[in-house]
């Protein structure tokens, strides 16, 4: 991952917050972003593939990883992004249904942090090889993509790096 | 009024090179739980109905067994995700019998088993994690094995967990995906298979006697990927059967079928075909109750449609 990577993450994240027509999901809906602490610490974004909703098990790896997470994050340190899948259905059918599916999944895992709806199919590149998460640091660049699920050592290394 | 609002399609003349007979089947919606914008289902994955019309649903999104009325009307809950008595951790297949709920867990070896006011009794430990089930009666299950790490048969323990005996399948690659089945049992104990991964439908009795053989949609082999050590089969030939009451077997086709996970072929305890319906939506499965009404998924699992299947 390169600085250009960081900094566009960062742009789009927040940028298509005005520019294009994002949805919040549940409580998290509408969640103004903290802004003020934004460039001074690590972050996380959570690239969320909506075909993994078909397949409990690969959510496994997400939710582990996410039960383990400091609280600071869990409740302004990250965001998630849902990708739709190409459907055979109409766009609105298809955002429907992954709104719904997410907010079930939100409410029994207790997930805290904003999960947004990516409607026009902005991160769809970035989850082409299934659900991944970035590791931002204090300015919005990429530290490390890790592609879920992730193995132990990976696990490992990016506690490791989050944590220094 | 809920009911009755739509009258599906389907119905599919036959093919006269299958010997089949000149009839059709409308479907008719009569129910449907779960729609857009309520909480009702958020994916439903395994459904069953009891003889009151009560049905049962697993819902794989939240962790939990859920159960409507006949008129679809929300009822109870129970569930979360955990480990515990009475937790999820995916929730997958449901059967009944006439006094417990049974639910099975992605790849776990266990059966959990309910009453009917959705409480938690007891659970059933199994060899290997579970394909299929079918509930016999109170005191008999029926398992195939998800195939990778069990057998290549269908088993049949009491509700201790205890094997009572074996019917072995048509022989295929040892310890593979690639024997994959769902099955049904009729009332006289006949077993009916559809191989997951294999144009392949076949009919025991219950001596475990191979009655007959069918090829129906002509694919030799699927495409395959090996993970690891594992060989994956990537595309599913048929992915469920239900029988109904006169005996008739319904085999939900999938990838490979004109309307991918939508055509159901209808066979007769003969295995001969006797027509095919074209569910309006995709579906993974399908179940069939003891009044003959038909339930299948819509809406990518957050609705469960129940049909009338009328004949014309």
């Known amino acids: 991952m390169t600085m250009k990577l960081g900094d566009w993450i960062i742009v789009l994240l927040f940028g298509c917050l005005v520019f294009f027509h994002f949805r919040g999901i549940d409580s998290a809906a509408g969640k103004d972003l903290p802004a003020g602490d934004v460039f001074d610490r690590k972050h996380l974004l959570f690239i969320i593939d909506f075909r993994d909703f078909s397949c409990m098990t690969c ?40 709104e719904k599916k997410l907010r079930g999944f939100v409410r029994a895992n207790r997930i805290t942090f904003p999960i947004l709806v990516d409607r026009e ?44 | 009024m809920r009911f009755f609002l739509t009258l599906f399609m389907v119905v599919v003349p036959f093919l006269s090179g299958w010997g089949a007979v000149a009839q059709s089947v409308v479907l008719e919606e009569v129910l449907t ?39 679809g009307n929300f009822l109870a809950k129970t569930g979360r995700r955990g480990q515990g008595p009475g937790e999820f951790t995916a929730p997958r297949l449901l059967d009944c019998s006439r006094q417990f709920l049974f639910v099975t867990e992605q790849y776990q070896p266990v059966i959990k088993v309910f009453d009917k006011t959705l409480q938690y009794r007891f659970h059933i430990p199994l060899a290997g994690p579970v394909g299929d089930i079918k509930v016999l009666d109170d005191d008999m299950v029926a398992v195939a094995a998800l195939s990778a790490r069990g057998g290549n048969h269908v088993a049949f323990y009491d509700l201790s967990g205890r094997f009572v005996k074996t019917i072995p399948l048509s022989p295929g690659p040892s310890r593979s995906l690639m024997n994959m089945v769902s099955f049904d049992i009729d009332s006289r104990g006949n077993l009916y298979v559809a191989y997951n991964f294999a144009d392949r439908i076949e009919k025991f009795d219950c001596s475990g006697q191979k009655m007959w053989s069918k090829k129906m ?13 594992h060989i994956i089969p990537l595309e599913i030939v048929y992915k469920d059967v239900a029988l109904d009451r006169s005996g008739n077997l319904y085999v939900l086709g999938g990838k490979f079928s004109r309307n991918r996970s939508r055509d159901v072929y209808v066979l007769n305890p003969d295995g001969e075909l006797l027509w095919s319906l074209t569910l309006p939506d995709t579906s993974h499965c399908i179940y069939i109750d003891g009044n003959d009404f038909l339930y299948a998924r819509a809406n990518e699992g957050i609705s469960l449609k129940k049909f009338k299947m009328v004949s014309k």
């Open chain 2, 33 to 71: 739980i779960g729609d857009l914008d309520d909480d009702s289902l958020f994916q439903w994955v395994g459904v069953v109905a009891d003889p009151e019309g009560n049905i049962y649903v697993t819902d794989a999104m939240d962790y939990s067994l859920k159960k409507f009325d006949k008129t």
């Open chain 1, 121 to 164: 199919h902005i991160f769809k590149g970035m989850a082409e090889k299934g659900s991944c998460v970035l590791l931002l640091d204090g300015t919005g660049s990429c530290l490390h993509k890790y592609d879920f699920p992730l193995s132990g050592d990976q696990f490992e290394e990016f506690f490791r790096v989050l944590n220094n």
């Open chain 1, 59 to 98: 959510l496994d790896s997400f939710l582990g990883l996410y039960r383990q997470l400091p609280s600071r994050l869990k409740s302004s340190g990250a965001w998630g992004i849902l990708v739709l899948k190409e459907s055979e259905k109409d766009d609105t059918s298809a955002s429907w249904i992954a």
């Open chain 2, 217 to 229: 949609l002509g694919i030799d082999q699927v495409k395959k990927k090996k993970i690891s050590s």
